[in-house]
């Protein structure tokens, strides 16, 4: 136990808070006993929940970290743990990486159920799913995730420039003087192409020249350790996984030929389209569907894009492609807040009342001809009008 504490005390000092992510006012930690925030691989999870331990309201040896792949629990219980912690002052227990642990759940869950006046935050892999878990966590535990920076974090992280986010409701009403504003700051197109090539994950600030080896090794154990964790598959699938990953790398974004896939992958259609899910909810691709309220998990996607800019240039043997790049750009952006949809008359529909187009700064409105409600997202403008908007706006969502 006293390792345990030393270990946490010595991250805590290395964490730094000269940039804290909006998401940690947003998570309502004083009203919940049981706090879960799931993520993928690279987002900031760990520094997330260090960061709050270092400005949450209790007095020393009353909070501990302690990350669940940690050789202490190959000799050590969770549960023993936690009552050892509660019994010796406890109050606020932080668990990291908790699809690391076999019998996380259930050990929480009595954690929960025995200690009423424990507080208990955990965080885990963006497959991580309380519904199937062995404890019946899902009705006790608030659930948050952590996405990837935006395009206004990328900017505010590097101390270029501090904005507010802007609701989609407002950025679509008043564009345009709001572009007029901010860009008396700063260019923004300045540094967009950065944010598209190294901007989505926090650990491009340790080394830009190998982000893009790091981000496809991150790729790589998201695939290897915690798809298994979760959902116990084999190897032989997780091989199958990355040949799949190939194949859509290069070629999104497409509509899939699930029979295709599944003759090149030598497997069924049913596994292919499972294989798809999976690499979704490792926030490695995004799947567009026709109707995203009434899906099966075997149902097939309309369209599959790679879910954010970054991985086009580390998986792309080629140079991206810049239409790619930029629809990339926006489902990055939108979908965290946002339902979005497949939809036939221009690229994506918003929650089932909005219609981007995304194109250069010539695109014009023809392909969205008799439609209300619809905008051009235009690349390559700093500021837009009426219904074309600069797309470098949606990077201020969140």
Not at 95 to 102: I, Q
């Amino acid at each position: 136990m006293e390792a345990v504490f030393t270990k946490y005390l010595a991250k805590l000092q290395r964490t730094s808070t000269k940039f804290v992510r909006d998401i940690v006012h947003q998570i309502d930690w004083d009203h919940n006993r049981l706090i879960g925030i799931k993520g993928a691989r690279g987002a900031g999870k760990t520094t997330l929940v260090l960061q709050y331990l270092k400005q949450a309201p209790f007095s020393s040896g009353q909070t501990l970290y302690v990350s669940l792949d940690d050789l202490y629990f190959s000799a050590h219980r969770l549960y023993e743990l936690g009552e050892t912690f509660v019994k010796t002052g406890g109050k606020l227990l932080v668990l990291d990486e908790v699809h690391r642990y076999a019998n996380w759940s259930q050990e929480i869950k009595n954690l929960y159920d025995d200690f009423p006046d424990l507080r208990i935050v955990f965080t885990g892999s963006s497959i991580m799913h309380l519904e199937r878990s062995k404890g019946d966590l899902s009705r006790r535990a608030v659930m948050y995730h952590l996405h990837g920076l935006s395009f206004r974090e990328f900017l505010q992280i590097q101390n270029i420039v501090s904005w507010p986010a802007i609701s989609l409701s407002d950025l679509l009403s008043g564009h345009t003087q709001l572009a007029l504003d901010l860009t008396q700051t700063i260019k923004p197109l300045a540094h967009w192409n950065n944010y598209l090539k190294h901007g989505y994950y926090p650990y491009f600030l340790e080394n830009r020249d190998v982000y893009a080896q790091k981000l496809t090794e991150t790729i790589q154990l998201s695939l290897e350790l915690d798809l298994p964790a979760v959902y116990g598959i084999s190897y032989a699938s997780v091989d199958k996984l990355k040949q799949l990953l190939v194949v859509l790398a290069e070629s999104v974004p497409l509509k899939p030929n699930v029979s295709k896939l599944s003759e090149t992958l030598n497997t069924s259609r049913a596994l292919v389209v499972e294989y798809m899910h999976y690499l979704e909810e490792l926030g490695i691709l995004m799947l567009l569907r026709r109707d995203s309220f009434g899906i099966t998990r075997l149902q097939k996607p309309e369209k599959v894009y790679l879910s954010h800019p970054n991985l086009q240039y580390a998986l792309h043997q080629s140079r991206p492609d810049i239409g790619t790049l930029r629809e990339s750009f926006f489902l990055s952006q939108v979908h965290p807040l946002h339902k979005v949809e497949y939809t036939e008359k221009g690229d994506f529909k918003l929650d089932r009342q909005i219609t981007i187009e995304v194109g250069g700064s010539n695109k014009s409105r023809q392909q969205l001809a008799g439609l209300e409600n619809a905008y051009v997202a235009a690349d390559g403008i700093e500021v837009g009008y009426g219904s074309k908007v600069p797309l470098w706006m949606f990077g201020l969502l969140y």
